[in-house]
């Protein structure tokens, strides 16, 4: 199952990558079983990818946009709302905080 979600900002790519890498960080510490330390990895300045737990997903950062999405295993199928309403959460909290 497939999710692809984007949302505009005006930020610099650098502030975007540093607040969704401090974001990662909470998360691995906040639920450590979940794997995000080891799971999440920049492939290039603007692009991060990851898996876990039957899924994989990727983030890339644009000028104007921050585009994600990811593949979810079968399982998550039922939880997709949830899934993309955590994920909207997320990208609130990183992308509109003072600069």
């Known amino acids: 199952m497939k999710i ?3 949302f505009e900002h005006a930020l610099p790519i650098e502030t975007v990558r540093e607040r969704l890498d401090a974001r ?3 998360w691995a510490e906040k639920k450590p ?5 080891g799971a999440y990895r920049w492939v290039s ?11 994989k997903g990727w983030v890339e950062i ?13 399982f998550a199928r039922p ?14 909290a990183v992308l509109s905080s003072p600069a």
Do not use: N
Request: charged letters at 30%; glycine letters at 14%.
């Open 62 to 74: 644009t000028e104007a946009q921050v585009r994600l999405g990811g593949e979810l295993p079968f």
């Open 33 to 37: 079983a979940l794997g995000i330390a």
């Open 79 to 92: 939880f997709r709302g949830r899934i993309e309403a955590f994920l909207r959460d997320e990208a609130t």
């Open 4 to 6: 692809e979600l984007s």
């Open 45 to 55: 300045p603007a692009r991060a990818e990851g898996a876990a737990r039957g899924g």
């Open 24 to 26: 990662a960080r909470y």
